[in-house]
Nanobody, 125 residues
Framework: QLGLVESGGGLVQSGGSLRLSCAAS????????IGWFRQAPGKGREGVAS??????STEYTGSVKGRFTISRDNTKVYLQMNSLKPEDTATYFC????????????????????WGQGTQVTVSS
């Protein structure tokens, strides 16, 4: 397990921006594909964005395309969120795919085995 920890959540007005970070307690985060997921109250967990281990391949769910950007360096994975909307309000989780370096469905939660505790994002209207 990588000991994933998310940070950067908070309260922001509609149209604002936040940058989430996902860090690990080990130095091996760079080896794994990482996904960002979110879960709003009363709803299921939704895949938001993913990035492969090399950082050159990314995917986004349709509702965030053009507004969110996932990136990574050697120690962290980031989710830059711009033009935030009230419907983006959720707890955001990062997750690492430990079994496979290439994921068939990078926005599906079953591809990921190691999860952080989440960070709350609240967007006010």
């Amino acid at each position: 397990q990588l000991g994933l920890v998310e940070s950067g959540g908070g309260l922001v007005q509609s149209g604002g921006s936040l940058r989430l970070s996902c860090a690990a307690s080990t130095s091996t985060l760079r080896m794994y594909p990482i996904g960002w997921f979110r879960q709003a109250p009363g709803k299921g967990r939704e895949g938001v964005a993913s990035i492969n281990s090399g950082g050159e391949s990314t995917e986004y769910t349709g509702s965030v395309k053009g507004r969110f950007t996932i990136s990574r360096d050697n120690t962290k994975v980031y989710l830059q969120m711009n033009s935030l909307k009230p419907e983006d309000t959720a707890t955001y989780f990062c997750a690492a795919g430990l079994r496979n370096f290439v994921l068939r469905n990078p926005l599906d939660s079953y591809e990921y085995e190691d999860w952080g505790q989440g960070t709350q994002v609240t967007v006010s209207s």
